[in-house]
């Protein structure tokens, strides 16, 4: 099929809602009665679609329907377009309306507890009717989600390798520290204790197969040591806090955690430099939303000034 066939006129958009459909519901029937419409007219449409570019994009098994490697490359892409097609109408309306519109935005721990909610707070000043949605997930998921077209924008700590439609920016560096109690047993202490000292408490530890638990065990290889023989895994910021404030582990945070909260302290053991590089991560293929650009212009403004505090707590520990 030649590239410019598809834009002829003969794909419609009730195909891309069609062929969506029908990979969400598994049958030619189910997706008949999602639409509204009758299993001929669905049969037709796919046969039409498949028609035009060549290539089948379902296999019929005995009890449904699972796309072909041209329907899972087709239909994630109709999925994008018909993103675009619903975020191009709701920005309209809210243009209609005198508003701004909806930034959808995905997080995950680095950057959510400062860098996010610093620049959600500039831009609701100077915007206050703009709607943001903050959704949280693993950065797999969120990935998924802005490829889809589900997230305008991610924030938090940059993968190493992402997919080849998204694209990264870099807003500043955050080291992860040692981060206890306040009143902890450790805090305050003439001298720091070092690593193998700590391990006579508890510790939280990332999950595994997590990159900041890949970085902590390369740590602790290094030093010579085994992982905390008393530890809790987690990965729940919520649980994560109370125990941090309320008995005397020890975890691993990005160090902007600690200093932003009057419960918890930096404890001045060193980690040999974990570094988290925090920024964004947007589709390359989709121009952002007004509301969208409004806020990315809150988060490099705000990332700019955090890389200036982040040089600040970052001087040599005394």
Known sequence: MAADHILDGRVKIRHLVLVTAVADAGTLVRAAEALHITQPVVTRGLRELEEVLGVPLFERMPRGVVPTE???????????????????????R?????????????????????????????????HPRLTVVVREGTPDHLQQLLLSGDLD??????????????????????????????????????????????????????????????????????????????RVECTSMLTLRNLLVNTDVIAALPMFIATDDRELSLLPTPLSSIRRAVGVTMPKDR??????????????????RIA????EYSQPMR
């Open 70 to 92: 041209y329907g899972v490359a087709f239909i994630e892409r109709a999925r994008s377009v018909l993103a675009e097609l619903r975020a191009a109408g709701e920005e309209v």
């Open 94 to 126: 809210l243009l209609q309306s005198g508003q701004l519109g909806t930034v959808t935005v995905g997080t995950h721990l680095a950057g959510s507890n400062l860098l996010l909610p610093r620049a959600i707070a500039g831009l609701k000043r100077e």
């Open 153 to 230: 924008l991610t924030v938090g700590r940059l993968s190493p390798t992402v997919p080849g439609r998204l694209e990264q920016e870099r807003l500043h560096h955050e080291p992860i520290r040692l981060v206890a109690r306040a009143g902890h047993p450790v805090v305050g202490t003439v001298k720091a204790a070092s690593l193998a000292e700590l391990l006579a408490y508890p510790w939280i530890f990332p999950v595994a197969q997590t990159a900041l638990r890949a970085e902590l065990e390369a740590v602790f290889f290094h030093e010579g040591l085994p992982l905390p023989p008393d």
């Open 287 to 304: 121009a952002p939303s007004s509301a969208a650009a409004a806020l990315l212009a809150h988060l490099r403004e705000e990332g700019a």
């Open 308 to 311: 200036e505090l982040e040089r």
